[in-house]
């Protein structure tokens, strides 16, 4: 990708605890790169409030106002163009990256997923693993492929699931750990200019 400052844009459809930690470590310069957009699917979300405290330029627009995704893809694809966007990082984007984004940008779509990939893919990650009873789940950072969360590993983080705990404490702790491992891989990405 070359040496210059990497132009990063954030897509999220909720919360956005995932980007508060990326755009933190970008503001204490872990990460080199210029976070330039964030995008949500969804107008009320609070990561939109987030992306304003921190003065990054933010849009948003639904895929129910356009009569295809394709359409819709090609809106956001026009937004990212023209603000010259190298890399797009999901921090909690809840919809599948159709043709016309991962053409667009082959090996520069970054993902988090709160398990251990390849188990527990799809929306329920957390709960599918707290029900299934396995002892260890965690956290997986990949590049994204047309699939649900099938793309290639870039790095995992184990979090244990010890026997007091309940679900809510389980996402607490895979959150915590995502906001660790989410801006680390990053850098270790960006700053070598992978
Ligand atoms: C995270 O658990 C992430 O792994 C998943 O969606 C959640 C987003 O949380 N893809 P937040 O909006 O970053 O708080």
Do not use: W
């Given at each position: 990708?070359?040496?210059?400052?990497?132009?990063?844009?954030?897509?999220?459809?909720?919360?956005?605890?995932?980007?508060?930690?990326?755009?933190?470590?970008?503001?204490?310069?872990?990460?080199?790169?210029?976070?330039?957009?964030?995008?949500?699917?969804?107008?009320?979300?609070?990561?939109?409030?987030?992306?304003?405290?921190?003065?990054?330029?933010?849009?948003?627009?639904?895929?129910?106002?356009?009569?295809?995704?394709?359409?819709?893809?090609?809106?956001?694809?026009?937004?990212?163009?023209?603000?010259?966007?190298?890399?797009?990082?999901?921090?909690?984007?809840?919809?599948?990256?159709?043709?016309?984004?991962?053409?667009?940008?082959?090996?520069?779509?970054?993902?988090?997923?709160?398990?251990?990939?390849?188990?527990?893919?799809?929306?329920?990650?957390i709960e599918d693993a707290f029900n299934y009873g396995v002892?260890?789940?965690?956290?997986?950072?990949?590049?994204?492929?047309?699939?649900?969360?099938?793309?290639?590993?870039?790095?995992?983080?184990?979090?244990?699931?010890?026997?007091?705990?309940?679900?809510?404490?389980?996402?607490?702790?895979?959150?915590?750990?995502?906001?660790?491992?989410?801006?680390?891989?990053?850098?270790?990405?960006?700053?070598?200019?992978?």
């Amino acid at each position: 990708m070359g040496n210059s400052l990497k132009r990063v844009a954030v897509l999220a459809s909720g919360n956005g605890s995932n980007f508060e930690a990326i755009i933190q470590a970008v503001e204490e310069g872990r990460i080199n790169c210029s976070v330039e957009l964030v995008f949500s699917d969804k107008p009320d979300a609070y990561v939109l409030e987030r992306a304003k405290n921190h003065k990054i330029p933010f849009t948003s627009f639904m895929i129910k106002d356009f009569s295809s995704k394709l359409e819709y893809e090609q809106e956001l694809l026009k937004i990212l163009k023209e603000n010259q966007i190298d890399i797009l990082i999901l921090a909690g984007y809840m919809r599948l990256i159709g043709n016309e984004l991962l053409d667009a940008f082959p090996q520069r779509i970054i993902n988090i997923h709160p398990s251990l990939l390849p188990s527990f893919p799809g929306l329920h990650g957390i709960e599918d693993a707290f029900n299934y009873g396995v002892k260890y789940t965690g956290v997986t950072v990949h590049y994204v492929d047309s699939g649900i969360d099938t793309g290639k590993i870039i790095n995992q983080a184990v979090v244990d699931i010890a026997p007091d705990d309940d679900l809510e404490s389980l996402e607490a702790k895979i959150h915590q750990t995502e906001h660790i491992i989410y801006p680390d891989t990053l850098a270790k990405l960006i700053n070598k200019g992978e």
